[in-house]
T-cell receptor, first 112, second 117 residues
Framework: GENVEQHPSTLSVQEGDSAVIKCTYSDSASNYFPWYKQELGKGPQLIIDIRSNVGEKKDQRIAVTLNKTAKHFSLHITETQPEDSAVYFCAASRRGTYKYIFGTGTRLKVLA | DSGVTQTPKHLITATGQRVTLRCSPRSGDLSVYWYQQSLDQGLQFLIQYYNGEERAKGNILERFSAQQFPDLHSELNLSSLELGDSALYFC????????????????FGAGSRLTVL
């Protein structure tokens, strides 16, 4: 069935270093890949997304890359700051539906 | 504030009881989705409504039901509650129903935390 694997489950980095979170999806019909950030006590918030016709997208310190052949996509955060500490979820959405399959989340801790 | 409003924020109840969670979507959004997030778990899709009609169903138990009303708000009804139903329940909304490229963006509410004792 449809599945999204996300690694690592926890990640600690020093402030200023980069963080990379990786996801693999199983449904080849997926064409939209959003990343959500969930801070403590809040709902997930969209931080960046990528569509299957694009290989990379950047927005200031965050970037997402997509390898359709390998069914991999990754979130890259550069120059991490303490406020980047949160749980990050990747997701894959199938063409023609809004049903998102979420990864299990990565708890990122940025150490000051 | 995401524009998606969920009530109540917290709810404590006993096993066997029934509760109703309410969601008002972002202004202009026609689709509403319900997700369950258990402790240290990811987001599990429960059900989607578009303009009052059920569009997609996920891992929703038979004890759970939902509906979307003409004013587009939605309610998730959880009955015969069990300890394992304790979780965060998120509502999300989107403009359309998933057929238009460029409109596949979900906006989440802050969630309703259900504790079953």
């Amino acid at each position: 069935g449809e599945n999204v694997e996300q690694h690592p489950s926890t990640l600690s980095v020093q402030e200023g270093d980069s963080a990379v979170i990786k996801c693999t999806y199983s449904d080849s019909a997926s064409n939209y890949f959003p990343w959500y950030k969930q801070e403590l006590g809040k709902g997930p918030q969209l931080i960046i997304d990528i569509r299957s016709n694009v290989g990379e997208k950047k927005d200031q310190r965050i970037a997402v890359t997509l390898n359709k052949t390998a069914k991999h996509f990754s979130l890259h955060i550069t120059e991490t700051q303490p406020e980047d500490s949160a749980v990050y979820f990747c997701a894959a959405s199938r063409r023609g539906t809004y049903k998102y399959i979420f990864g299990t989340g990565t708890r990122l801790k940025v150490l000051a | 504030d995401s524009g998606v409003t969920q009530t109540p924020k917290h709810l404590i109840t006993a096993t066997g009881q029934r509760v109703t969670l309410r969601c008002s979507p972002r202004s202009g959004d026609l689709s509403v989705y319900w997700y369950q997030q258990s402790l240290d778990q990811g987001l599990q899709f429960l059900i989607q409504y578009y303009n009052g009609e059920e569009r997609a169903k996920g891992n929703i138990l038979e004890r759970f039901s939902a509906q979307q009303f003409p004013d587009l708000h939605s309610e998730l009804n959880l009955s015969s509650l069990e300890l394992g139903d304790s979780a965060l329940y998120f509502c999300a909304s989107s403009p359309g129903q998933g057929t238009v490229l460029g409109a596949n963006v979900l906006t989440f509410g802050a969630g309703s935390r259900l504790t079953v004792l």
